[in-house]
Antibody, heavy 120, light 107 residues
């Protein structure tokens, strides 16, 4: 059974940092591209970042470019999101999500999400 | 960036109704469109990819159609468990973008 379990969320002050983790199991993690998608309270879904299976290709939303860094450790079946210079507008539930296949047609498995709150 | 616009934002329907949600892209995305269902407090669930391909395990009352810039998600014979918010997402080019969502409510 495919499982994605996020952790690392919490309350942080504006300008602070946080590192999210996503532990994957039930599939060959090293062969799938992965993503972070967030959802602000009461709002819709916003794609944040993607990383290819070998980390060769990395993409970011403009809203986080230069502040967030996506990475992965295939030996540990883990995905990460290092978030720096956090702002109030980064407050959201952060989901990790797997790309369905080699050609991206959507995200077929999602974690339960981890809550990030940026507030003084 | 490609903008995705869904309509309506909210839809009131009854069990057994046929409902249709529209998603429009600001430029052609061929059939690189996915649909998701989200219930309160839960992660999104993947329903449809490539505009019309049903993900394994998704009930056949869900269907998708369209290409280019206009797409639809149809739910035939709405069931109680289908009351949720639905999102489209374009997978044509980065940054991936989602529609703002359509909430399907009980009439």
């Amino acid at each position: 059974e495919v499982q994605l379990v996020e952790s690392g969320g919490g309350l942080v002050k504006p300008g602070g940092s946080l590192k999210l983790s996503c532990a994957a199991s039930g599939f060959t993690f090293s062969t799938y591209s992965m993503n972070w998608v967030r959802q602000a309270p009461g709002k819709g879904l916003e794609w944040v970042s993607s990383i290819s299976s070998s980390s060769h290709y990395i993409y970011y939303a403009d809203s986080v470019k230069g502040r967030f860094t996506i990475s992965r450790d295939n030996a540990k079946n883990s995905l990460y999101l290092q978030m720096n210079s956090l702002r109030a507008e980064d407050t959201a539930v952060y989901y990790c999500a797997r790309d369905r296949g080699a050609v991206v047609v959507g995200h077929d498995y999602w974690g339960q999400g981890t809550v990030v709150t940026v507030s003084s | 960036d490609i903008q995705m616009t869904q309509s309506p934002s909210t839809l009131s329907a009854s069990v057994g109704d046929r409902v249709t949600i529209t998603c429009r892209a600001s430029q052609s995305i061929s059939t690189w469109l996915a649909w998701y269902q989200q219930k309160p407090g839960k992660a999104p669930k993947f329903l449809i990819y490539k505009a019309s391909s049903l993900e394994s395990g998704v009930p056949s009352r869900f269907s998708g159609s369209g290409s280019g810039t206009e797409f639809t998600l149809t739910i035939n014979s709405l069931q109680p468990e289908d009351f949720a918010t639905y999102y489209c997402q374009q997978c044509n080019s980065y940054p991936w973008t989602f529609g703002q969502g359509t909430k399907v409510e009980i009439k």
